[in-house]
């Protein structure tokens, strides 16, 4: 069976950088705010660290999770139609 709409990759990295950047604007945190968190939670990172693997889009899994626990949410809208 073949997909009439085949996403690449940088599709999915740009979806998955808006999740955690919407997610960011929703608390009112920047880079700096985010790394002071982390840091709460044991995960040391630089802002300009977060700022590059966020603007990537290519970060593993546990970064985004990591950094969802570490921003207090609890849930996340996910709209998988792209």
Same mark, same amino acid.
């Given at each position: ?26 608390? &009112? ?42 921003? &207090? ?10």
């Amino acid at each position: 069976m073949t997909n009439s709409h085949v996403i690449i990759d940088a599709d999915w990295e740009d979806y998955v950088k808006r999740l955690l950047q919407v997610e960011l604007t929703k608390k &009112g945190m920047k880079y700096p705010d985010l790394a002071k968190k982390l840091s709460e939670i044991g995960i040391d990172e630089k802002p300009e660290n977060i700022n590059n693997k966020i603007n990537r889009g290519s970060f593993r899994a546990v970064f985004l999770i990591q950094c969802l626990k570490a921003i &207090g949410c609890k849930s996340l809208p996910i709209e998988l139609e792209m």
